[in-house]
Structure formats: structure tokens, C-alpha cells
């Protein structure tokens, strides 16, 4: 009559077998971590240059004043 | 030979449900019959009968029976109401056999509604339940398997043989109380002992949850001013606000100021110009002057080259305000001369013209503060071993018989598991340490439990009674034997069988059971309330202060545990900066390209242009932060579970009695 109505519960009817090995912590810490985050700003930068020019002229007056010719010597 | 008293069988229909005395008749005329019930199923009726020539499953007919007797001073006594469950299979013999099973028709309803009422925690924990077994049930159409909800209680499904009705009955101790049996009452011969399968001391298991771990906030990372050339890189590449970045990272507030402006400034050219217009002049009177030059905002480096001269006055102009800090320089100096007086050649005009470049010099002040929206899974591995305190039935245990090993599979606690995430904060990094974790745990202790308590049942007794005690067996009743044979001289266990006969042939009317005794060695096991390890005692509420060696007893007072914590793995919300931050420097080590900075042509007019070039320092701010998505954190939680204290049923360690 059991074939017929057993009720019982399901870990009695369940397939599961002991195990051969002692259970043991199955679990490990981080794995496949992804990828950090890097900022690095002012990396490969360049500078700024501006360019000027400096330009002065004076002028002065000035007047040639011939050379005297040299006295004739007795 | 008719029975030794009077048996009445009536057919009857499904809803006669109610014993009466319109059921004290006889429909068949019976020979023998043997009614018994075994632990996990419904109870059986054999009649043997005279064979009644008709066809039994005939539509219309009754195929359900009460059966009773008449007990004499106790009336008539129902025994049995079932239903037929088979045409007899030796139809052409005078006798023939009916079997009656008392199995309710509403049996499946039934056991989905015990199952509701029985969807407790820490008896049943959804988490450990497959999805599609998990029982509901429904008026309109039950779902799953009302018989995963017995997993965590030490109990079987019971059919009442007289109402129908299902219960569950303790595999250890029973509902209905003790039939007590002296040995007056047991014929000598029919007592029998059995030791059955050995019985199982120790169970390990493992539970594994797992949930997706979600969080939100911010982390700020400062303010800083960066003095540097190179500031418009620092301004451009800086992270904006709102920008999305990787790992689960984005930009609360990301600033970079240009403190003096130098990304919009530009050089300002300037010019000056002289004429002497007096009506007489003398040797030396400067005629004219015409000048122009460059102003560069801010600071920076200047650089001249491509000086052009002729001798003449060193005029005032010369002298050019240049440098950042408003300290003057001679212009000429260290080019061609040594920044003396030039050569005084009244009749040559001064002129003077170089070409400058100025670098510019930055300051540039940031903010930073960055968002975080995690998404990690997380995983917690509970990990415990669960042992028997028992006598010892056999002096070398098989191990495959002794130990089992249950691994759990859970769901994912981050979802609505009936409507609530069990770890309610997906934010958190543990869950068997909360308080919803830590009835999965007793779950799973219960389980446990409940596998070493069936099979503590190890010792089998039987015997036979006279028939009035016969009728009082149930399978929710223990009973108890007293026999000098028995070690200890009595036991006491759970009739997990029971049956009773009659028979015509040889007129023999009588009853028997069988109860599974428990080897334990009896005891309870006490909560402890631990050490306080965090702050005083009394300093704070209750559940805040930190307890060491603190254990919990699970409701049945047989068996305790200590949920220690676990060294913490992964990331832990709310985040701070220490967690995340793998590196943050200020880098100034690289140089920019060869920057131009003077072109001397006019100068070196022998050996043709010359270019002068400087590198100048790079400043890079350098941030590196762990990635709060993609992350997967298994946390092993061990668990210290205290010795299981199994009833003492009978003594098989007695010295004597």
C-alpha cells in the first residue's frame, strides 16, 4: 500500500547521496574584479605661449661740421 | 466461524463523513479483515468476504465504508472510514479481498492548507525552497509542493483513519500522549526488538544566498590648487559635473578654475611715438622716439631673442618691466654685452628690436566630488555541523551512514521573496547575521535536526495487545513498554506503526504496534548570553552592544549556536574614501614637449638660426578608485552549533535493572 499512498517527506524519497568528502567553505573572496577607475587630469598637457616684440628707434639730430683744412707752413 | 464479536461494514457515500447509527449495519459478510497504518501513510482496511457477485465499482454504487464493532459495555466503536480502492483481484473466489484506504478526498486541499499555516519561519524559509516548489494555495488551483514545508519541522503528514483530516505528527514525540503497556498486557513472546539503519551523528551543511548589493552616496575628494604650467590641460581634462564614469562612478561636483584667466588672456601690444618739432636743434637733441612693445598679462616666464641693435644712447625704455613679480631686467644682458653702457656713436641712431615669448604660469584651483551607485553581487556561505549526542548502536560506524552532507542552493535575498527582500537593505554585506539571516540559519539548523532525529529513532520495538488497547493506537500517540528484557527495562518511542486483526477462521481478535525509540541521552541546551567586547556593559541598548560567545537556542531547547563575525570582504556601505582609493598623488615627473622659446637669427648671422627650446614640468593630478560595480564579495560565515540533545527512549547503556 505504500507504492500507493505514500506521503512522505522529500528528503526521504530524494536521491542524494553523503557526501565522500567533509564540507568545507566552497567560497573565495574577490574574483574577476573589474577594472579601476583612474583619473588623471593634466596628464600629457602642454603650455601656452604668447608671443610679443619689443621695437625702439630714436633719433638724433646732429649736424656735420667739415673738417678745416690745415694751414699752408711757411 | 463468525468473529469473536460483532463487526458492522456499511457502504456509504463520500459525504457521510459522520459516524451514526444508521452505519451499524452489515453489507458484506465478512471472514477476516486486518486494518493498519503506517508512519507516512494513511491507514488501510483488508476485509476478507464473502464474495458479494457484483460489480463493486459499479457506477452509482457506494464504494465508501464505515467500519465499527461492538466493543460491549463501550458501545459501538468506529474502526475505519475509507473508501474502496480496487475491484478484488480474486473475483471467482468465495472470499475476496476488499482494500479500504482512509484517505480523504479533499487529502491534496487539505495538506495545502496545512502547508499555509505551516510557512513559519525558521520551519520553513522560502530562500532554500526551489521557486516552483514553493507551496500556495488557492482556492482556485493550488501551486507547488506542500511537502517541502516539512523539511524544517521534525514531523510527518498524519491521516486521521476515522475524520479524514491531516495533521502532522512529531517524529519523536507524540501529540496525543503515551499508551502505557505492562507486561500483564503483552503476550511474552510477541515483544521484539529491531535495530534499524544507524543512526546518523553528524550532519554538515552549507547554505549559500547571494543578492545583488546596491548603494548609493558620495565620497568627496577635496579641493587643491594646482601652481603649475600646464593648467589648461588640468582645466580641460578635469571631470566635469554630471559626467558618467567607469566602475559605478560619476561626477557630483567637478570644478577646475583658472584662477588668473590665462586660458582667455592674450598679449596686449602696445605703442609710443616722439617727434621733435622745436625750431632749432642742437647736436645730441633727440629728434624722435617711436616704440612699440608687449604686455602679457599675469605670470609666466619670458623669453627674448632675435635681438637686433645698433649703437646709439641707452634710452630710459629700454629698461622693460617684464617679470611676474614686477622686479626689472636689463633686456640686453647676456645676449651681447654685458648689459653695459653701449658705444657711444652720437651720429648712429639707437635702435633696438627682440622678439619675446612668454609662457604662460597657471593657477588653477578644482573641486571633486564623485557619486557612486554600486552594483556588486555578493555571496555568504553559512557553514556549520550539526552532531548527534547518541548512544552508540555499532562500535564502527559506516561514515557514509553516519555523516550526511546537506548543501543548500538559496535564492537570491535582494528580491521580493513573498513580497519582501529578506535582507530588506540590499546595501548590506552580510545576511545570516541579521535578524531575518539568522532565522535562515536556524532553518537550516532545523533541518538538520530533523534528519538526525528520524534516523535517532534507531531501536524498532513491537508487540501484540488485546484488542480494546489495540483500538487506542494512533500515529500521533507514543507508547511505552515495560519488559525486563529491554535494556533499562522500559522504553518509550512513537508507534510508527500499529494494526489491527480479526479473523473468523481461527477466531483470534487482537492488535500490535511498533515504536521507534530514540537513543538519545536526553538534555536541553541554554541560550548564553556572552561577553560584552565592545563597550561597557549596560551602555548601550540591547542589540548594539558587541557579545562574545553569545549562543541562541532554537525554540525546542535541543540545540543552541553561535553566529560569529566574519571577517568582513568587499566593499562596505556606506563607502568611505579608504575603501576606494587605491592611489592619489600629485605627478609632476614628466616634462611637456621641447617648447620654443627663442629663435636667434640676426644674432648669429654666421652660423645661421638658432633655436632655443625648454621642457617644462607636467602636473598631473593621478586618482585611482576601485570599481564598485562588476565586483563579486563571497563571505564564508562559519557557524558554532552546539551538540544536538536527542530524548533518551530507551537506556541501551544501562547496567542493570
Redesign the interface.
Known amino acids: ?2 507504492t ?9 524519497t530524494s536521491d ?1 547521496q ?3 568528502t ?43 661740421k667739415p673738417k678745416e683744412k690745415p694751414k699752408p707752413t711757411a | 466461524m463468525p468473529l469473536p464479536v460483532m463487526f458492522f461494514n456499511a457502504w456509504v457515500d463520500a459525504t457521510e463523513t459522520t459516524f451514526g447509527p444508521q452505519h451499524e449495519i452489515v453489507d458484506e459478510n465478512i471472514v477476516s479483515f486486518r486494518l493498519e497504518q ?1 508512519e ?3 491507514a ?1 482496511l483488508e476485509l476478507d468476504v464473502r464474495n458479494p457477485k457484483i460489480g463493486l465499482l459499479a457506477p452509482g454504487r457506494k464504494v465508501w465504508m464505515w467500519f465499527s464493532y461492538d466493543s460491549g459495555t463501550g458501545g459501538i466503536v468506529p474502526l475505519f472510514f475509507g473508501r474502496l ?1 480496487g475491484v478484488p483481484t480474486n473475483m471467482l473466489a468465495e472470499v475476496v479481498t476488499l ?1 479500504f ?1 482512509a ?1 480523504p478526498l479533499d487529502f491534496i486541499t487539505q495538506k495545502f492548507q496545512l502547508a499555509e499555516t505551516l510557512k513559519q519561519l525558521p520551519y520553513y524559509d522560502p530562500i532554500f525552497v526551489d521557486p516552483d516548489k514553493r507551496p500556495y494555495f488557492s482556492s482556485a488551483g493550488s501551486t507547488g ?1 506542500p ?2 514545508v ?2 524544517g519541522y521534525s514531523a ?2 498524519h ?1 486521521d483513519r476515522l475524520t479524514g483530516q491531516v495533521t502532522i505528527s512529531d517524529i519523536i514525540s507524540g501529540e496525543d500522549g503515551t499508551l502505557v503497556f505492562s507486561p500483564t498486557a503483552i503476550p511474552y513472546d510477541s515483544v521484539s526488538i529491531d535495530l534499524g539503519q544507524p543512526p546518523l551523528t553528524s550532519v ?3 547554505g ?1 544566498v547571494s543578492w545583488g548589493q546596491t548603494a548609493t552616496g558620495t565620497i568627496d575628494f577635496g579641493q587643491r590648487s ?1 601652481d ?7 582645466v580641460s ?3 566635469k559635473t554630471g559626467a558618467q ?3 559605478g ?1 560619476s561626477v557630483n561636483t567637478g570644478t ?1 578654475v583658472d584662477v588668473y584667466n ?2 582667455n ?3 596686449r ?1 602696445l605703442n609710443f611715438h616722439f617727434e ?1 618739432r622745436e625750431k632749432k ?16 598679462p599675469s605670470g609666466g616666464h619670458l623669453y627674448i631673442s632675435g635681438l637686433e641693435q645698433q649703437a ?2 641707452i ?1 630710459s ?2 629698461v ?1 618691466i617684464y617679470n611676474a613679480d614686477g622686479s626689472t631686467s636689463n ?1 640686453y644682458s647676456g645676449i651681447d654685452n654685458s648689459g653695459g653702457e653701449f658705444d657711444a656713436q ?2 648712429i ?12 604660469g ?1 593657477l588653477v584651483n578644482t573641486n571633486l566630488v564623485l557619486d557612486y551607485k554600486a552594483g556588486d553581487t555578493r ?3 553559512v ?1 556549520f ?1 550539526l552532531t548527534a549526542d547518541l548512544q552508540s548502536i555499532v562500535t564502527l560506524p559506516d561514515p ?2 553516519a ?5 543548500f542552493s538559496g535564492a537570491d535575498v535582494g528580491v521580493n521573496i513573498d513580497g519582501t527582500p529578506p535582507i530588506a537593505d540590499s546595501a548590506r554585506n552580510l545576511y545570516f547575521s541579521t535578524d531575518r539571516g539568522q532565522l535562515s540559519l536556524q532553518y537550516l539548523i532545523s ?1 538538520a535536526r530533523s ?1 538526525i532525529l ?1 534516523r535517532a529513532r534507531a531501536v524498532n520495538i513491537s508487540w501484540q495487545c488485546n484488542f480494546d488497547n489495540a483500538v487506542l493506537f494512533t500515529l500521533r500517540k507514543n507508547a511505552s513498554i515495560a519488559d525486563d528484557r529491554i535494556p533499562g527495562g522500559v522504553a518509550t518511542g512513537k508507534i510508527i506503526s500499529y494494526f489491527l486483526t480479526g479473523s473468523g477462521d481461527d477466531g483470534t481478535l487482537f492488535g500490535g504496534c511498533t515504536i521507534g525509540c530514540a537513543i538519545g541521552h536526553d538534555g536541553t541546551v541554554a541560550a548564553v548570553t556572552g561577553t560584552e567586547t565592545w563597550v561597557e556593559p549596560n551602555w548601550v541598548d540591547p542589540g548594539w552592544q558587541v557579545m562574545e560567545g553569545q549562543t541562541t537556542a532554537l525554540a525546542s531547547g535541543d540545540v543552541a549556536y553561535e553566529l560569529p563575525i566574519p571577517e568582513p ?2 566593499l562596505i556601505y556606506p563607502l568611505t574614501k579608504d575603501q576606494v582609493l ?1 592611489d592619489e598623488h600629485i ?1 609632476t615627473s ?1 616634462l ?2 621641447p ?1 620654443l ?1 627663442g629663435t636667434d637669427k640676426a644674432r648669429y648671422p654666421a652660423t645661421g638660426e638658432v633655436r632655443t627650446y625648454v621642457q ?1 614640468p ?10 564598485v ?8 560565515q ?1 557557524a558554532n552549533v552546539s551538540v544536538l540533545k536527542v530524548p533518551k527512549q530507551i537506556d541501551l547503556e544501562a547496567t542493570s535493572i
Open positions: 500500500m505504500s500507493l499512498e505514500g506521503i512522505v517527506r522529500p528528503f526521504q542524494i553523503p557526501p565522500k567533509p564540507a568545507s567553505g566552497n567560497v573565495t573572496d574577490t574574483a574577476n574584479a573589474p577594472p579601476n577607475l583612474v583619473l588623471n587630469p593634466g596628464k600629457g598637457g602642454n603650455v601656452k605661449t604668447l608671443s610679443g616684440a619689443f621695437n625702439l628707434t630714436i633719433t638724433y639730430y646732429h649736424v656735420n | 503506517t507516512g501513510n494513511s488501510t480502492v482494500q484506504i484517505k509542493d511537502d517541502v516539512l523539511e510527518l503528514w491521516v554538515q551543511v552549507t549559500d594646482f603649475c604650467w600646464n593648467g589648461g590641460s588640468i581634462s578635469w571631470p564614469l567607469s566602475g562612478w577646475a590665462v586660458q588672456s592674450a598679449a601690444s621733435n636743434h642742437a647736436n645730441g637733441d633727440v629728434m624722435s622716439i617711436s616704440q612699440s612693445w608687449t604686455e602679457f646709439g644712447v634710452p625704455e629700454a622693460l633686456p652720437q651720429n641712431p639707437l635702435h633696438m628690436a627682440y622678439h619675446q615669448t612668454m609662457v604662460m597657471w555571496k555568504e556561505n557553514l555541523t557514509d551512514e555523516l550526511e552532507q546537506i548543501p533541518v534528519h528520524m570582504t568587499g587605491v605627478d614628466e611637456t614637449d617648447v622659446v617644462f607636467i602636473t598631473a593630478y593621478y586618482l585611482e578608485l576601485k570599481a560595480t562588476g565586483n563579486l564579495f563571497a563571505t564564508p562559519p
